[in-house]
């Protein structure tokens, strides 16, 4: 079975660019979440999804940040403008629910460099 | 706000020795997992822990939720160079409903390095 799939894995740009990251969960997982990790910490979480409804997105700086995640599937996040700040490596999830034990299987994350 | 404290930060030590990493927080957790991530790679999932007092084992990696769920460790035993990672512990909220309700509170992590 195919794991959570993003893409870039690495991305370049440089300040007041837009970025955008993708991310395609586990067949059959309606719980998706996107991360953002800085080097040799926890991840914390922008945004959880429950099929296409965003549940919890009181950590997304939503003046800069958006996702979506059109038809519970695939998901987008968005940084416009992007600040040197902002240099993180993002990171999505996906888990069968939030019930089922809360177990979240990861994807190997986009490493974002803004200069 | 739910925060799990993770001790060491940072861990250095040779091939062979046995090694504990503590997680603990002033919050009761209804579970709890741990995570080892590679450089360059997402967090990979080691071991759910439900039951207060609960020991697991996996291979050479032995964890433990504490009794009162607010605690847990790791314990490697004949460390290995292969066991190198960043180890994070994660809990989920003890209550069900609102935003909380699948939401993760993980630690700030501990990088361990085993020597050759």
């Known amino acids: 079975e195919a794991g959570v799939v993003q893409s870039p894995r690495y991305k370049i740009i440089e300040k007041k660019q837009p970025v955008a990251f993708w991310c395609n969960p586990i067949s059959g997982h309606n719980t998706l979440y996107w991360y953002r990790q800085n080097l040799g910490q926890g991840p914390e979480l922008l945004i959880r999804?429950?099929?296409?409804?965003?549940?919890?997105d009181s950590q997304l700086p939503k003046d800069r940040f958006s996702a979506e995640r059109l038809k519970g599937v695939d998901s987008t996040l968005k940084i416009q403008p992007a600040e040197l700040g902002d240099s993180a490596v993002y990171l999505c999830a996906s888990s069968l629910g939030p019930g089922m034990g809360y177990e979240q299987y990861f994807g190997p994350g986009t490493r974002l460099t803004v200069t | 706000t739910q925060l799990l404290e993770q001790s060491p930060q940072f861990l250095s030590i040779q091939e062979g020795e046995n090694l504990t990493v503590y997680c603990n927080s002033s919050?009761?957790?209804?579970?709890l997992q741990w995570y080892r991530q590679e450089p360059g790679e997402g967090p990979v999932l080691l071991v759910t822990v439900v039951t207060g007092g609960e020991v697991k084992k996996l291979k050479r990696l032995t964890f433990q939720f504490g009794d009162a769920r607010k605690d847990s460790s790791l314990h490697i035993t004949a460390a290995q160079p292969g066991d190198t990672g960043l180890y994070l512990c994660a809990g989920a909220p003890s209550g069900a409903g609102g935003t909380s309700y699948g939401k993760l509170t993980f630690g700030q992590g501990t990088i361990l390095t085993v020597h050759p």
């Open positions: 999804y429950e099929n296409e409804e965003a549940v919890d």
């Open positions: 919050s009761v957790f209804s579970s």
